[in-house]
């Protein structure tokens, strides 16, 4: 079982950068966390979680949701079992909860956007972009 805690949000001004982290608990070794595709995800009241981006277990592809495309970036670090999400020129509409999400895959799946591909969750962090 690989538990996913998220770090990093808070309020920023539109235009800001802010950094989200995820790190799987002590309990799961960095060789179980490397076999864990990645993926952030985030929600706002009264909506549908959203895709934003996500990243393979050999950390080779990544995607991105269109809205943030060319804005966020993903990464994993293996050694400190964290993905990382850098968001930079932040917009109002980005305002959500973050949640990052792990999957076990084989070395050549694909990524998938879909929720419930995803089985394993953190609890989530508020980013606020001011206007």
């Known amino acids: 079982q690989v538990q996913l805690i998220e770090s990093g949000g808070g309020l920023v001004q539109a235009g800001g950068s802010l950094r989200l982290s995820c790190t799987a608990s002590g309990g799961t070794s960095g060789g179980t966390f490397s076999r864990h595709a990645l993926a952030w995800f985030r929600q706002t009241p009264g909506k549908e979680r959203e895709f934003v981006a996500a990243?393979?277990?050999?950390?080779?592809?990544?995607e991105y949701a269109d809205p943030v495309k060319g804005r966020f970036t993903i990464s994993r670090e293996n050694g400190k079992k964290t993905v990382y999400l850098q968001m930079s020129n932040l917009k109002p509409e980005d305002t959500a909860v973050y949640s990052c999400a792990a999957r076990h895959t084989i070395l050549t799946a694909p990524i998938s956007r879909a929720v419930d591909y995803w089985s394993h969750w953190g609890q989530g962090t508020q980013v606020t972009v001011s206007s």
């Open positions: 990243i393979t277990r050999s950390g080779g592809d990544s």
